[in-house]
């Protein structure tokens, strides 16, 4: 589980091996990530300090690429795949029935804490469309009803 709070002298362990300039913004926004599972404002801050890059071109950053993530995400994230492979078989109904058993929108994190969506463009696995992926777990072919099986048996599951 990432941790949750920016902790002082840990991020720097992560600046350290970088050149202190704008152009390791990029790269070190993916090692805090990494880290925390999210950019959390405080470091976003730490990353604009120690690479002298203004905070609003670092914040632009994390904002443009899909890859960073803003907010603490759940203790699972379900990435569901609306590629071509998967879309041709149903996988806007299978994001339907994942936004309404989980009560939440693309992006959002449910109430509890538990579950995070996101949506993808390609898992690689496109034979077994349509597909998602709970944190590092692949579940294919999938169903409507299927999908409520898929999140019932990992409700409660400690991340993987
Ligand atoms: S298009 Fe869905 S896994 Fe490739």
Not at 23 to 31: D, F, N, Y
Request: charged share 25%; glycine share 8%; net charge neutral.
């Amino acid at each position: 589980m990432p941790e949750s709070t920016l902790q002082a002298g840990t991020i720097d362990e992560l600046l350290r091996p970088f050149p202190p300039s704008p152009a390791s913004v990029i790269p070190l926004l993916q090692q805090v990530q990494t880290r925390y599972g999210y950019l959390a404002p405080e470091n976003l801050a730490r990353v604009a300090e120690y690479t002298h890059a203004p905070r609003s071109r670092v914040y632009g950053v994390a904002t443009f690429y899909s890859q960073f993530r803003l907010s603490k995400p759940g203790k699972h994230v379900v990435r569901v795949c609306q590629g071509t492979a998967c879309h041709v078989l149903g996988a806007e109904k299978i994001l339907d029935e994942l936004k309404e058993m989980l009560r939440i929108e693309e992006g959002e994190t449910t109430a509890d804490g538990e579950f995070t969506l996101e949506v993808v463009r390609c898992l690689g696995c496109c034979s077994l469309a349509p597909a998602l992926m709970i944190d590092n777990e692949t579940c294919g072919r999938l169903t409507r009803k299927r999908v409520g099986e898929v999140l019932a048996s990992w409700r409660g599951k400690d991340r993987a």
